[in-house]
């Protein structure tokens, strides 16, 4: 499986945040997918995660270089002030408290820092698929609200779509569960199989992402 194999997320990103982003903290960087591509516009850059699995596949990913700590945003290992850019990458929606993430953030950043918040969007053509195994809509709505009530001064919002690319069914099948760690189960699968209609029968099968974006500041714009 490719996720994002022509690079939108970063080239978003890097639109965004512009060639340099200061010191960086990744709040969920996950295998470290983006965590590289984030380094390449870092002073610094600190990536944590909740998941040692994650973390250990990260460090097999992107070598001595980028520091990783085991850890969550709602209780974020920094000093106050010491941070520029804090980035969720596609994470606040997987914290029980997305206001207390928030918070956490906002207090490592510096003055005019910015937090850049990633996350899924629910009625995506991927979503659409893992809501069949897991339903995450509530957790989105949660993470949204909490952007939405953290007092930050919005800089600006939107959407970008990437793809996901599988050989074919049977891998996007595999695949899907297995980031559950569960059986494939018949119904489900064969409801897949009516949402992607004649899709389903591509090789490579793509299947589209969208993704929202909050870009955040202490600092009102003027």
């Not at 209780?75 to 596609?90: Q, Y």
Request: charged content about 25%; glycine content about 8%.
């Amino acid at each position: 499986m490719l996720r994002d194999p022509e690079g939108i997320e970063y080239k978003v990103i890097r639109k965004l945040l512009g060639p340099t982003a200061g010191d960086v903290l990744e709040v969920g960087c996950g295998d470290g997918r983006l965590t590289g591509e984030l380094a390449k516009i870092s002073d610094t850059i600190l990536a944590i995660d909740p998941d040692a699995g994650s973390i250990d596949q990260a460090r097999s990913l992107l070598g001595s270089g980028i520091s990783l700590i085991l850890g969550s945003g709602e209780t974020i290992p920094l000093a106050d002030d010491t941070i520029d850019t804090v980035i969720f990458s596609l994470s606040l929606h997987h914290h029980e408290g997305p206001d207390q993430a928030l918070t956490e953030a906002q207090r490592v950043l510096r003055d005019k820092g910015r937090i850049l918040i990633l996350e899924p969007e629910a009625q995506s053509p991927i979503n659409r698929l893992f809501r069949l195994i897991h339903d995450e809509d509530a957790a989105y709505d949660r993470a949204a609200d909490a952007v939405n009530m953290c007092g930050l001064e919005l800089v600006d919002m939107g959407t970008y779509n990437s793809i996901w690319r599988f050989d074919d069914f049977e891998e996007m099948v595999k695949y899907l569960y297995s980031h559950f760690e569960l059986e494939p189960d018949q119904p489900q699968v064969e409801a897949m199989g009516n949402i992607l209609g004649s899709e389903a029968t591509d090789r490579p099968l793509d299947i589209e992402d969208t993704t929202r974006w909050w870009l955040l500041t202490e600092t009102p714009s003027t």
